[in-house]
């Protein structure tokens, strides 16, 4: 039988070559069963008789013409035909000659599993007396077996000639079938060898290609630190070789991993421009980010009208602080002044509050003296959390950033159950140093201050401190600049 496979689409040859030998074998020792069967029901029936004659026939053991002995005198032999009457007698028929008998088959010695068999020969038999005349019915039942015998024998050699002629051309298919898939199947497998070695060989090569290339335009980033440290190059610099660190400085310069379990900013900053000094977003060509200010009794007193007409869309107006010596919370003394002012020139507020608490009750103390403050303005843009470590001695300096992370929580909860939208403000060494940043980020906004022309803070924020050295009409002296990305 043959099959087409589900996964070459070759055909695949499968003969049962040991059925079809059994098969044969068995065929044939049914045939020479039923050919025993018919002759010993021949010898039966050709068995002399008691008390009949008989005559003897001496046939030759080298298959020619058998002689018939002379018969006795007054006596025809079985070929001369009936007796002639005495007298008006009625004419005696004569005996009929016995069939000769076949010798017992035997197989050749060169037949292989019963394949050839031997073809009978005639032997001598011994003399034996006349054989009665056979009745009609006798008559019949020899001519039966005759036929049977004949069509036996020609059953024999039919099955011979049938498996041989079937036999021949199987095997020979089968055998140019295997040949032939077997020489497919070795170029295959040279031809995949031989692609193997050579796709190898194209990656070794490209591989010291690129190692070559990686050696002369590249070196050890122990070297690179030691370069960095030596130029004092900018933050922004570095980090253009970085892109699974975050690079920033305090007394020093710091390559801090990224946390890719935290939310991600998803800036486009291609779409990120500048004008006069000044950043605009606009990523399908319309502004997404809005342009402002944050203050504190330090700029003094604010021409707000004039600031607004300087493209200012907002301020962020300090609303209060705590002393980092002795711990009493102030309010800022041009808070209400700033707040007035800004709304009056129709500018968006928000509010933050300078925080030395070091505990997690000092922080919420902190919001609710600033819930109080807030109240009777409109405040739409965020509340802030804003705690610095500072240069001089002071309360919260040497808090762990566990602490600090839980300070700036409790604060931002406190601020959010009222109503208002909390933020926490930071630098890059701030967040990545001095506070648990992966317990703040993701649950509330962040401010974040980096002064370089593209930010390059991975995580998300929405609102970027750009410059603390901004100019802007309205205000004497620099002031800080903000670009707003929240809604």
Known sequence: MSKKTNDTGEWAFNIDLDAIRSEAEKQDAETHAEADRLLAQLDELSAPQPGADTKTLDLPTDGGQAEADPPPDGEATGSAGPEKPEGNAPAKPAAPVPPRRPAPQTRSASSAGGQDIRPPQWVNTPPQPPQPPLTRKEQRAKEKRDRRLAKVEKRRQKNHLRLSAVLAPLLAITNVVTLGFWGIGALENRLTVQEAEEARVTAESQAAALQEE?????????????????????????????????????????????????????????????????????????????????????????????????????????????????????TDDYFAANMAGASAAGLETGVYFFSQAVTADEAAEEANYLLELLSGYSVTMPVVF??????????????????????????????????????????????????????????????????????????????WQYTNEGSVAGISGPVDMNLYFGE
């Open 386 to 463: 804003d705690m610095e470590v500072m240069t001089e001695d002071a309360r919260a300096n040497d808090l762990t950033a566990a602490e600090r992370a839980a300070i700036a929580a409790a604060f931002c909860d406190t601020v959010a159950a009222a109503g208002y939208t909390p933020m926490v403000y930071g630098n890059t060494a701030y967040y990545m140093a001095k506070v648990e940043f992966d317990k703040i980020c993701g649950s509330y906004d962040i401010w974040l201050a980096q002064y370089y022309d593209t930010p390059f803070f991975p995580y998300d924020f929405s609102m």
């Open 214 to 330: 990686l050696d002369q335009n590249t070196i050890p980033l122990d070297q690179f630190t030691e370069q960095v440290a030596a130029y004092n190059l900018s933050a922004q610099f570095i980090q253009e070789f970085f892109d699974d660190r975050i690079v920033y400085k305090d007394t020093s310069v710091h390559y801090a991993e990224i946390d890719s379990s935290l939310p991600m900013n998803s800036y486009d900053w291609s779409a990120l421009s500048w004008e006069n000094g000044r950043p605009s977003y606009t990523p399908d060509g319309a502004r997404h980010a809005l342009l402002g200010v944050d203050v504190s009794y330090h700029q003094g007193e604010i021409d707000w009208e004039a600031t607004a007409a300087d493209g200012i869309s907002f301020a962020m107006v300090r609303a209060g602080y705590r002393g980092y010596g002795n711990g009493a919370l102030m």
